[in-house]
């Protein structure tokens, strides 16, 4: 079966015989049996040889133009009798009207199908309606991706959370839930005073620490006058006289 591309080139060519005034321009789709040779034979005349060459040229530039597509070998053009452009899927025949009556082309290829340019297009269309269902077929299944709407909960599932149930059910009814959260905003609110409370005592430790080592030196200081005066007054009593004072270290 032809290609999509191959079809445009042939409407291509087609329209570039139509342009140049090519008198009689049929299209032969040839026998599955003749595909090695080419898939389409286009086949045109003209009264000239001028406007053999001149239709000849319009094709080549067209074909050049819109697809890049060059003639594997060009017969003919010098005589411009019979000009034969080979594009391997299409062979082109651009003849005098003496010269096709002569050869007959037509006559030997009695199994090609004739068809017109309306019939190319719709071959056409078939063709790209079926490469688009060969596409979508090789193609693997996409994925479903799960919607945000379609994640969450259904607003009955929601209400039925905190439904107490029965009686006779071992689980917690839905009072005692709110209870439990209750106290624990209020444990999480009496942790914040407890620890204002402690930052205001530690100061007072602070200060008692730094006043206990001025009462230590006073106290001192007062001992001291104490031990020189009972070592400058007379010892009498069970020492006696003549008794050395004791040394104070």
């Known amino acids: 079966m032809p290609t999509p591309e191959t079809l445009r080139q042939l409407l291509v060519a087609y ?26 034979f286009l086949i045109t005349s003209a009264t000239n040889d001028r406007q053999v060459v001149a239709i000849a040229d319009e094709i080549e530039f067209r074909l050049k133009q819109d697809f890049g597509l060059y003639a594997t070998s060009v017969e003919g053009r010098r005589q411009g009798e019979w000009i034969l452009l080979d594009y391997v899927d299409i062979v082109i025949h651009v003849f005098l009207q003496e010269k096709r009556a002569f050869y007959d082309i037509e006559r030997l290829r009695k199994s090609a199908r004739n068809l017109t340019g309306a019939d190319v297009e719709q071959e056409l269309q078939h063709a790209l309606a079926e490469k688009t269902r060969a596409v979508r077929k090789s193609a693997p299944a996409a994925k479903k991706v799960p919607t945000k709407a379609s994640s969450r909960k259904s607003p009955s599932t929601q209400i039925a ?70 070592a400058s007054a007379p010892r009498q009593g069970i020492m006696g006289r003549g008794a050395k004072p004791p040394v104070v270290k």
């Open 161 to 230: 959370k905190p439904i107490a149930k029965s009686k006779g059910d071992s689980t917690m009814p839905a009072k005692p839930a709110k209870k439990a959260a209750a106290k624990k905003t209020a444990a999480k609110a009496a942790k914040p005073a407890v620890k204002k409370a402690a930052v205001k005592t530690a100061p007072a430790k602070k200060a008692a620490v730094k006043k206990a080592p001025v009462k230590k030196a006073a106290a001192k200081k007062a001992v001291v006058p104490a031990i020189e005066a009972t």
């Open 15 to 40: 329209e570039a015989c139509e342009s140049k005034k090519g008198e009689d321009t049929r299209i032969l789709s040839l026998d599955p049996a003749d595909s090695g040779l080419a898939d389409f």
